[in-house]
Structures are given as C-alpha cells and as structure tokens.
C-alpha cells in the first residue's frame, strides 16, 4: 500500500471570518493539488463550519485542530468527534504540543480522542515530538516511544491503517527552528521502525508520518526530498497564501 503525502496546516488560534475566507481563495487560485497529496486546512473550531463552504469546488480537505474524547454528553466546552464528521472534516490534529503543554493532555487521552475520530471515520494525525530538555538529556527517544506507544495501546487494530503521525519537536515549533532533514528523516525512521514492531510491516508502510517543526517555503524541498518524510503539518507559514502554496509546490 503507497503511503498518502499530506501537506497540512494548522491555522491554530488566528484568523477571522474574512481573513480565513481571503486565505483559501488565493489558496484555490495559486495550488496545483499532485497525484497522492492531500492538502488539508485546520482551522479554529468556530470557522471550521465557514471553512467548508470556502474549500467547496476544489480539493482541499478539512481538517480540525481538537476533539473530546467522547462522542457526546456533558463535557463543557469540548467539539464532539461526531460533529466534526457531520461538519466535514477529514483530519483532525490532536495530541499537538500546544495542547500538551497548555491544556495538560496526556499520552492515554491522545490515544482516547485518536479512537473516538476512527470511530467517526476521520483520520486523526497524531503529534508526538520532544522537548529541548529531553533532546539533550538523551532521553528524546523513549519520550516518542511512550507517546507512539500509548496510541496503539487504544486504538483498535482495526483502525491502525488509518492513523497518521505528525512528528513535531517541541523546541522547533514557533521557533524558527528547525530539525534539520537529516534529524528529522532519523527520527521518522526511529518511528516506522516501532510501528513496525508494535502492528507489523503492512501498518509500518502504509502509516504516513509528518515533519512538523517550523517547516516553511525555504525548508520544505529539503524536508520532502528525505524517504521518510511524508508530508507537512505547518503553521505560521499556513497562513499565507503565497507561502503555503509554494510549499505545496514543492511536493
């Protein structure tokens, strides 16, 4: 089975109604969408549903930034995974390092929401990735080993195909920073390898894995031209039109 190449990005908190509007215009006029690409938006929960309207009539993906754990009942403030489905979306990020750090979530909920997006029929793209502090202390390895772990600990094997990782270190996000293709296609491969020995072979090659780290129109040939390098999970550089497209040219 060929792995699927995503270029994804992630809004993340920014942009209004008419600026995310303005955005995927230019988007639909700037893009060429390849052979086995996917190109996905992830905006903010609230635009999500203005979004779909915006990508009609071309073909890029939905995507959303979060999910509950569960698909409905008394969980204030969550977006269930059954309404994303319903809203359109394809993709949803989650374990990002952002709602590590801020929000608290842990390896066991990461997997859970992982499960309950399957169950909706949305690939979720799973964010692992490690601190500078781990990275230098050596122990950057068994951090993603743990994180990449717990997933396959919750999620059913028969969702196990599905699923898409998004490898961002954690000292490279909004950072201007960047892992360099070298380090990043080492730890890609450091990944495959696990999935490979936790779900066997079939599961190893068909699992897209994403770089995710501060990638950019400079940095983005580079980062795709390493084997295990999948596709893109970008931020800041998703905000521009220009820069996002350039990007997705160099696929």
């Known amino acids: 089975?060929?792995?699927?190449?995503?270029?994804?990005?992630?809004?993340?908190?920014?942009?209004?109604?008419?600026?995310?509007?303005?955005?995927?215009?230019?988007?639909?006029?700037?893009?060429r969408i390849k052979e086995n690409l996917e190109v996905v938006i992830c905006p903010q929960m609230a635009l999500v549903p203005l979004a779909l309207d915006w990508i009609y009539d071309s073909s890029i993906q939905l995507?959303?930034?979060?999910?509950?754990?569960?698909?409905?009942?008394?969980?204030?403030?969550?977006?269930?995974?059954?309404?994303?489905?319903?809203?359109?979306?394809r993709y949803c990020l989650v374990g990002h390092s952002e709602r590590r750090s801020l929000f608290g979530e842990v390896d066991t909920t990461v997997g859970l929401k992982a499960q309950a997006l399957l169950s909706m029929g949305i690939t979720p793209v799973v964010c692992f990735g490690e601190t500078l502090d781990q990275r230098e202390a050596g122990t950057h390895l068994t951090t993603i080993d743990t994180q990449v772990n717990a997933v396959f600990k919750l999620v059913e094997q028969t969702g196990w195909t599905r699923l898409v990782f998004a490898y961002e270190p954690v000292w490279a996000i909004g950072t201007g920073k960047t892992a360099t293709p070298a380090q990043a296609n080492e730890i890609h491969r450091f990944v495959r390898g696990r999935i490979k020995e936790l779900a066997g072979d079939i599961v190893a090659n068909a699992t897209s894995i994403l770089y995710g780290g501060s990638a950019n129109a400079t940095n983005a040939a580079d980062l795709l031209g390493e084997p295990e390098i999948d596709g893109l999970l970008v931020g800041g550089a998703s905000l521009k039109a220009a820069d996002f497209a350039q990007i997705i040219a160099s696929f």
């Open 1 to 31: 089975m060929a792995r699927k190449s995503i270029i994804a990005g992630n809004w993340k908190m920014n942009l209004l109604p008419s600026e995310g509007e303005t955005l995927v215009a230019e988007l639909k006029e700037r893009i």
């Open 63 to 89: 995507g959303a930034q979060n999910c509950a754990t569960e698909r409905a009942g008394a969980f204030t403030g969550e977006t269930s995974p059954e309404l994303l489905k319903v809203l359109g979306c």
